[in-house]
């Protein structure tokens, strides 16, 4: 019983120790700057560059997009390597059609995924986005000459 409290001590003193040193840091970095704000100091910048145009700007969501995509069959191979292992071990113990039919049916769902995005132009990089994505030719047309009217 007295190994178990002995451990957790253990684990407590870094986490105290850890804590200590975070708000030493902290407190020791306040005490030390020096604090001049100029209204050069106080001016917006990105990256020492100096803005050019508003911040609110239309953002082409198709990064976003393509950055999900890629999230989504990453996580596939990540999940993809262990479970063939683990089916060489359910092999091994003569389960194997229990891991087979998860694997199909976990690559089946990828699969329906990746042929919705195909289907809907979600992976093509130059394209309609938005609202456009879906509409029929005679619809774009239609939005397209409402468009131009708008900006004459």
Request: with cysteine; hydrophobic share 55%.
């Amino acid at each position: 019983m007295s190994d178990m409290y002995f451990e957790f001590a253990a684990v407590l003193i870094f986490m105290l120790l850890g804590t200590l040193f975070l708000i030493g840091g902290l407190v020791f970095g306040w005490l030390v700057r020096q604090s001049k704000p100029t209204p050069e100091k106080n001016t917006i910048y990105e990256c020492g560059e100096p803005t050019i145009g508003p911040a609110w700007i239309r953002y082409n969501s198709r990064f976003y997009t393509v950055a999900l995509v890629y999230l989504l069959f990453d996580v596939e191979v990540v999940i993809l390597v262990p479970a063939a292992l683990v089916f060489r071990e359910m092999a091994g113990a003569g389960v194997a059609w229990s891991a087979l039919a998860g694997l199909l049916v976990f690559l089946l769902v990828l699969a329906l995924g990746l042929a919705y995005e195909w289907y809907y132009g979600n992976l093509d990089w130059i394209g309609e986005t938005g609202g456009a994505a879906g509409m029929s030719a005679a619809d774009a047309e239609s939005a397209a000459a409402q468009e131009e009217e708008g900006q004459a």
